[in-house]
Structures are given as structure tokens and as C-alpha cells.
């Protein structure tokens, strides 16, 4: 996907074939030596960058491409040319020539346009963006190798589960360094720097490779992730701000698994999915303590989750059982519809028409924080040093749901019923034939859906204080779909990143807001175009996409018989 | 009707006729004012192989839906023994009727063996919860149908093809998957839809072999079918229909030998460009 440079003829590669590695060690080097330098003259932007040997913001970026070059440079040729029989490195290079490029040229630019012209860049700068011409034109010169299949690579399992755990800190790390930076010129080149950094790797074969590995050490990594979200908040310094984000972002991720389940497990489009969110945080703020709550009844909370869980799902079931025996696209028009009905229903049961249940357009305010087993979820607490405040708290318990949500959706996923999905997304009329019940199936689905989300709609309604009509506009629907979409439909991890990347941008972009729904629509007509399949997405579903792409079938065809023959192994 | 038995049939014994299993009566199946199936009477017995023959357009794959339940006869009863099953097909799988398609209908995505496992999920009742929380019933339902998934793969010799996506698969072994499929609905009677279209010889000949195991297990077999010669060896009755009504219904020998036959597949083919095979 090289959009911005044409690829160079192959016999002029091979002429130049011996010049193309020094030159992009060279770049390399010059990209994390830059990094050293001092970079601009005006201390008080972007992060201060104007020190030497004191690398920050776009510093660090630069060395962080100038290590993954001279790796990727030295695998080609030199020390680590063993790793270049597995590893493309000529590709990678390639791709990290331009995104390196890209990186500096914002960096740049942003010195320019923050400090008041090109005046202001220092040396540093200079040496970088020749370091970073010098990667792209010698990447583009740098010959292919014939490569092993990963399908042969035999690791030492111990140095596999190291790299899942490393990877898993670097992630950590990642993260807390960019809800850290709020600045929007560092945020955006950094984002450029990650996903180029991302490209390269990818283009090398990296995933590729990781992806193996983590099927071979599934609960590794699972437990690795979780041991990096938890531990998050203790990055976090006790600070609020951006633990406000992370509940946010962790509760639209809930919430967008359920609909992964919808959308990507049983096939049906629901573009009124907020309503089942909102329907449980709605029965969580009427059984509340808040001074407007409308219901007597004040049971536990793990009850209070149930029903709200129950009342959603029965909404499901409602909205579901007339509308699922038509096709997909009258589903949507209707769940849509419904998202409205639900949307206006609360806005109107205020006592004035029908009974007095929702305040109205007012809503619920002032519903208390959690308490659990003793324990107050609005005040701060210490843990081994480390204070967690009110929405760390939160966000544990919101980890635990995540944490349920995706159990329910792999296992669903891997069991009879997901076979009987499968089995529906392919030919209907076929699995009708064969005994599978399809109506039942896509009810459940729908139901089961709508149950997790009104789970996370009861944690949701004491964590924002407050339940009102507002919060469930249908562009909250828009914005759930456009996660899982993005993402890539039927796996966890693409959700995650979906969900992660349009609660996040949101957030830190804060002067482009007014653009977000354009840029929004501008990535998912790209998204369309260029991987509708999601940015990771499940082989079956990635197949679904391109019926007619024999080669991809049998390069998953390989995948899948070495991973049986790895399971048969053990 | 009297129907001449030999005791040999292609090299093998030919086993005792069991049970009355589906018995049509005057099916009629009318699409607006095209009859597509008039007066159509026909049964099949346990152990017993039954081909229907007819050229394009005679109302062959019609019939068949309504014996399966994909379209509710306009008139007269489709008896599975002895009980009229409601027109859903979902109930008739249930039942034991289980069928394949003449333009082959396999979940082209998943595994062979994940395809034969879709057949096993009328037998088997695990629902969600169990599912998620991995209870004793959903493991025992799981092993099970992997158990029986992959025996029945070699039983239509594809145990090797196993891991291999359906859509990579070569044509003569979708065929195959596709009758392990419908075998994984424990049926007592199967329905296969041109079951040797675009075979070469020898897989013909394979097929044939597979649907005698078939019927040896001592379950009914109805076989539609264009190769005459396939259709003569392999049935034990042949019910041949020309515009929607039975021609004739007897032994091979005796559709063989109808020159009202022959004259339907040369002469009579009128219909052939005015209605494709519904």
C-alpha cells in the first residue's frame, strides 16, 4: 500500500542493488544520532525539544524508527542476517523509509508553524530529515530475499513468551505516554511515528509472525493484556483526567464486544444498539440512592446489574422476534427506529404523558457512586504506594466486565451456536436445511447482545452521575458500529483497537472537533476501500470479504493446518 | 405393483427391504397456473434405493422440495412414517430426512470437518449458557460431535481432508462432504440432489460405491440422477416424471424398456427451454 511513492522498476533496483543497505543504515543511524541533537531553538514547544542529549517528543520518535531502521537494515545484511531468512526486511525498510519521512516533515512543521518559521529548526532537525530521505531512497534499493514460511520456524517457547510480554509493556508504555501528551502536534506525530513504525513491522512480517506465536501461547498474551490494563492506573499518578478517558474508553469497548456479537458473530446489522446501554444504566439510575429516582425498590447492586441486564435483553427480544424474520436490511431500519423510540420514550415518561419514570428531558442526576462489599468507589484509595482515584476504581470493575463480555463472546463464538452463525452468514437456506434453527439463533444473538449491554449500562449510569435522554442519540449507535467495523468484525482485538482509536481521537483532538464526523466518515469510506475487512480481522470473516481471492484462501488454509498440527503436538 | 428382485445387485447382496419410510400421495404442486407436480404417487422403504429420472424441466427438483419440506404441496400428503411433517425444513431434518443440493450449497468458509459438525446441531441441544460457562453437557455435546464429524468424513474417505476450508476443496470431495453433512443429521432417509453431476468416471463410480455403503446402513436412499446408466445400476425403483407426472414407476428393467421413456429424453423436449429445473 505504498500510495505516496512509486516503486522503482526491478531491473534499476538490481542495478543499484549494492548501494541500497548502506544508504539506509546510514539514514539509520542519522535518524537515532538526530535524536541526540537539539532540535529547535524555542524551548516551550512541543515538549521542549530544544536540548541535546535529552531526547523528547519528536526526538524520541526519530531514534525509536532510527532502531527499528538499523535492526531491519542489519537483518538484510550483517549480525542478524539469520532473522533476515524469516523476516522481509527489504519491505519493511521500504515502508519505515516513508514513514519516517512522514514523521519528520510533521515534526518539523509543527517547529515551523509553533515557533514562527524554519529559522527556528536547529541542526538536529536537519540531520534528521536527511537521515530520513536517506532511509526512504535506500529502502527503495534495497533487494527482496527469499524468505522461510513462518510455518517451519521452530523458537525457543520461553524466548516467544518473553517477546508477548515485552510487546504487552511496550503497549503499556505506549499508552500512558499519549494520554500523557497534550499537546496535539506531539499526539498526531506520534500516532503518525506508531502507525508507520506499526506498517513497517507489519510489511517485515512481524505480525505474521506474532500472530503465530500467539496462537501457540493464547493464555500468555491474554494474561498479558490484562496485566497491562491493570496496571495502567498505577502509571497514572493518582490523576483523574486521563483515567476519566480510560473508563470511557473501556466502557464503549464493552460495549462494542456486545455488538461485535450482533454484528460480527451472528450477521444481523443493529444500528439502535445504544438503547440497550442505555436501557440498563436507566434501571440503574431509577433503583438508585439519587434524589430523583423514580423506583422504592433499592436492592444490591449485583441485582440491580441482573435486572437491568434482563430489561434489555427483553427489549431485544421484543424489538427482535417480528423484525429478525426479514432480511438484513429492513433489521436496520427498524433498529434504528427503535434506538429512536427508546431515545424519545425516556425523554417523555416524566409524568406528564405516562407514567412518571425517567424525569424527562432532565434525566437522572446526582446518582451516588458505588459501594460494594464496604468498598466506596468515589474516594481515592492506596494501594502499595500508589494513589487510585474515584475512576480508577471504576475502572477495574468496568476491566472485570470487559473481561466477561469477551469470554462470552469467544466461547459463544467457538461453540455449537457459533457454528450455527457461521453457518448462517454463509447460506441460509442451506443451514435451514441442515437443522439449524435459524431464527432462534439470530434472537439469541440479539438477545444476548443487548443482555452485556445493559450489564455495562449499570455501570455506566454511577460512574457518569447521571442518566439522561441525550446520551443515547443515534450517533452514539454510529459511533459503536463504526468501532466494530474499523476494528474488524467477529474479534476481540480489532474492537478493542476500534474502539480505542474513536474514544481516544475524540478525546485529545479536542480542537478538531468540529470536523470529527467528517474525518470519521473520511476514514471508513478509506477503510471501505482499502481493508473492509477491519484493521484486524478474523481469517473467516477476512474470507467472507474477498470471496474470490483464491490465494489469501490457501495462505489461510496453510495458517490454520500448521496451528491444528502445533495443537496436535502438544 | 409387482417389482422383479435379484439378490445381486453391482457384485453385492442386495439387503431385505425394511419399512415403509415416506410415502407421497397425489402431490400436486401448483406455482400460479404452471403445475409443476401433478398426481404424483411414490415411496421408499428402509434399505432401498430409489432414483428419480426425468428430463429438464419435468418437475424432478420440485418434487423434491416438497418431500423435503422447502415448499408445502398445494395437494395431497407427503407421509414420513406414517406421520405428515409440517412444511419447515428445520422439523423434517429432525425427523430424518436430510438432503443435498443439485449446485452444491457447503459453508464454503469453514473446515470440512466444522461443516459436518453444522449437521450434527439438530442433534445436539447445548444452548448458551452452558456454552459459555463450558458445562458437563456442552463439553460431552462438543467431543461428541467432533467424534462423530470424524468418522463420518471417513466414511466418505475424506478423514485426511479434515482441516481443509470447503471452498479449497477439489469438486468431487464437496460432493462428498456434502452427503457427511447431511449423514451427520443421523437421517433414516437421504435425498441426493444429482449426486455424480460433472463427475468424471472413476468418481462416479466411487459415488456409487459410497451411496451402496450408504444404503447398507440400512437407510433409504432417493437419488435424482441425469446418468441413466448410474441410475439403472445403483436403484432398486425408478420413478420417472415427464412434465410434472409419473411416466412410469417400477424396476430398472422396466423403465428401461419403456420406449415412452426414450421418446421423453429425444422427442419430448419441448419444455426443456420454457422452465429450467425449479
Known amino acids: 500500500m505504498n500510495f505516496v511513492i512509486p516503486t522503482i522498476p526491478d531491473a534499476t533496483r538490481a542495478q543499484h542493488a549494492s548501494k541500497g543497505w548502506p544508504l539506509a543504515l546510514a539514514g539509520s543511524v542519522l535518524l537515532l544520532v538526530s535524536g541526540l ?66 514523521v519528520i516533515l510533521f515534526g518539523l512543521f509543527a517547529i515551523s508553524y509553533q515557533a514562527g518559521g524554519l529559522i527556528n529548526i536547529n541542526p538536529g532537525g536537519w540531520v534528521a530529515l536527511l537521515g530520513a530521505i536517506l532511509l526512504l531512497v535506500g529502502g527503495r534499493f534495497v533487494p527482496q530475499r527469499t524468505l522461510h514460511s513462518f510455518a517451519k520456524a521452530k523458537a525457543n517457547s520461553t524466548l516467544e513468551i518473553v517477546v508477548i510480554v515485552v510487546l504487552m509493556a511496550l503497549v503499556l508504555f505506549g499508552l500512558a505516554y499519549v494520554l500523557g501528551q497534550d499537546d496535539p502536534w506531539v499526539f ?24 503465530h506465536i500467539s496462537q501457540r501461547h493464547r493464555h500468555v498474551l491474554t494474561l498479558a493484556a490484562f496485566a497491562v490494563a491493570f496496571l495502567f492506573p498505577f502509571t497514572q499518578d493518582g490523576s483523574d483526567a486521563n483515567m476519566s ?60 446489574m441482573l435486572i437491568g441486564a434482563c430489561v434489555a435483553a427483553t427489549l431485544g427480544l421484543i424489538i427482535g422476534s417480528p423484525t429478525l424474520r426479514v432480511s438484513g436490511d429492513y433489521l436496520a431500519i427498524v433498529t434504528l427506529a427503535f434506538g429512536e423510540i427508546f431515545r424519545l420514550s425516556m425523554f417523555n415518561l416524566d409524568g406528564n404523558n405516562g407514567p412518571d419514570l425517567t424525569n424527562g428531558p432532565n434525566g437522572i442526576p446526582g446518582i451516588p457512586d458505588l459501594n460494594l462489599f464496604g468498598f466506596d468507589f468515589g474516594k481515592p484509595h492506596e494501594i502499595a504506594g500508589f494513589t487510585l482515584g474515584r475512576f480508577s476504581n471504576y475502572y477495574f470493575v468496568l476491566l472485570l466486565l470487559i473481561g466477561f463480555i469477551i469470554l462470552v463472546f469467544t466461547r459463544l463464538n467457538n461453540s455449537r451456536i457459533g457454528r450455527g452463525w457461521v453457518a448462517i452468514r454463509e447460506d441460509e437456506r442451506a443451514a435451514e436445511a441442515m437443522g ?135 | 405393483m409387482t417389482v422383479i428382485e435379484t439378490d445381486v445387485q453391482d457384485g453385492r447382496p442386495r439387503p431385505q427391504r425394511g419399512a415403509k419410510v415416506l410415502d407421497a400421495e397425489k402431490v400436486v404442486m401448483r406455482f400460479g397456473g404452471l403445475v409443476a407436480v401433478n398426481n404424483v404417487d411414490f415411496d421408499v422403504h428402509e434399505g432401498e434405493i430409489v432414483g428419480l429420472i426425468g428430463p429438464n424441466g419435468a418437475g424432478k427438483t420440485t418434487f423434491f422440495n416438497c418431500l423435503t419440506g422447502m415448499y408445502k404441496p398445494t395437494s395431497g400428503t407427503v407421509r414420513f412414517y406414517g406421520e405428515v411433517l409440517p412444511p419447515k425444513p428445520r422439523a423434517v431434518v429432525k425427523a430424518g430426512m436430510a438432503r443435498t443440493f443439485q449446485n452444491i450449497r457447503l459453508f464454503g468458509n469453514m473446515t470440512a470437518l466444522e461443516n459436518v459438525m453444522v449437521g450434527r446441531y439438530c442433534r445436539t441441544t447445548s444452548g448458551a449458557i452452558t456454552s459459555v460457562l463450558h458445562g458437563p453437557k456442552y463439553r460431552r455435546e462438543e467431543a461428541e460431535s467432533r467424534a462423530r464429524a470424524a468418522e463420518l468424513l471417513d466414511f466418505v474417505g475424506l478423514g485426511k481432508s479434515a482441516e481443509l476450508l470447503a471452498r479449497n476443496m477439489p469438486y468431487g470431495d464437496q460432493r462428498r462432504l456434502e452427503i457427511a453433512r447431511a449423514l451427520a443429521t443421523d437421517p433414516k432417509l437421504i435425498l441426493l440432489d444429482e449426486p455424480t453431476a460433472g463427475m468424471n468416471p472413476q468418481e462416479t463410480q466411487q459415488a456409487m460405491d459410497l451411496i451402496f455403503k450408504i444404503r447398507d446402513m440400512g437407510l433409504a436412499v432417493v437419488v435424482i ?21 409419473a411416466l412410469i414407476w417400477g424396476t430398472p428393467g422396466e423403465v428401461q424398456s419403456d420406449p415412452r421413456v426414450i421418446e421423453a429424453y429425444i422427442g419430448g423436449s419441448e419444455l426443456e427451454d420454457d422452465e429450467d429445473d425449479a
Open chain 1, 37 to 102: 541533537l537539539s532540535w529547535s531553538y524555542d524551548p516551550s514547544i512541543l515538549g521542549d525539544i530544544s536540548i541535546a542529549f535529552w531526547p523528547a517528543t519528536f526526538q524520541l520518535f526519530a531514534m525509536i524508527l532510527g532502531v527499528i531502521g538499523i535492526v531491519l537494515a542489519l537483518m538484510h545484511q550483517g549480525p542478524l542476517s539469520k532473522l533476515g531468512n524469516w523476516f522481509d526486511a527489504a519491505l519493511g525498510l521500504r515502508a519505515l523509509g516513508t514513514a519516517s519521512l512522514l
Open chain 1, 188 to 211: 498526531v506525530g506520534f500516532l503518525i511515528m506508531a502507525g508507520g513504525a506499526a506498517m513497517a513491522l507489519a510489511r517485515a512480517g512481524f505480525f505474521t509472525w506474532l500472530s
Open chain 1, 245 to 304: 478517558i480510560a473508563t470511557q474508553v473501556l466502557i464503549f469497548a464493552a460495549t462494542a464486544i456486545g455488538l461485535n456479537i450482533v454484528v460480527g458473530l451472528a450477521g444481523l446489522l443493529d444500528l439502535g444498539y445504544i438503547a440497550f446501554l442505555g436501557s440498563g444504566a436507566y434501571v440503574a439510575a431509577m433503583m438508585s440512592n439519587a434524589a430523583s429516582a423514580t423506583i422504592g425498590w433499592k436492592p444490591p447492586f449485583v441485582v440491580v
Open chain 1, 436 to 570: 439449524v434453527n435459524t431464527f432462534a439463533l439470530k434472537l439469541l444473538g440479539f438477545a444476548v447482545g443487548a443482555f452485556l449491554a445493559g450489564l455495562a449500562g449499570t455501570i455506566k449510569a454511577h460512574q457518569d452521575t447521571a442518566s439522561s435522554p441525550d446520551q443515547y442519540i443515534f450517533l452514539e449507535s454510529a459511533f459503536l458500529l463504526s468501532a466494530v467495523v474499523l476494528g474488524g468484525m467477529g474479534t476481540v482485538a480489532g474492537v478493542l483497537v476500534g474502539a480505542t482509536i474513536l474514544k481516544l481521537l475524540p478525546e485529545k483532538l479536542r480542537f478538531f472537533s468540529e470536523y470529527r464526523l467528517l474525518l470519521f466518515g473520511l476514514l471508513l469510506v478509506v477503510m471501505m476501500r482499502v481493508r473492509p475487512e477491519g484493521l484486524i480481522a478474523s481469517k473467516r470473516r477476512q474470507l467472507e470479504f474477498h470471496e474470490d481471492d483464491e490465494a489469501l484462501a490457501s495462505e489461510i488454509q496453510q495458517d490454520h493446518l500448521v496451528e491444528k498440527a502445533a495443537e496436535a503436538a502438544r
Open chain 2, 225 to 245: 440422477e441425469h446418468d441413466m446408466r448410474f441410475i439403472f445400476q445403483l436403484c432398486d425403483r425408478v420413478l420417472c416424471l415427464v412434465r410434472g407426472e
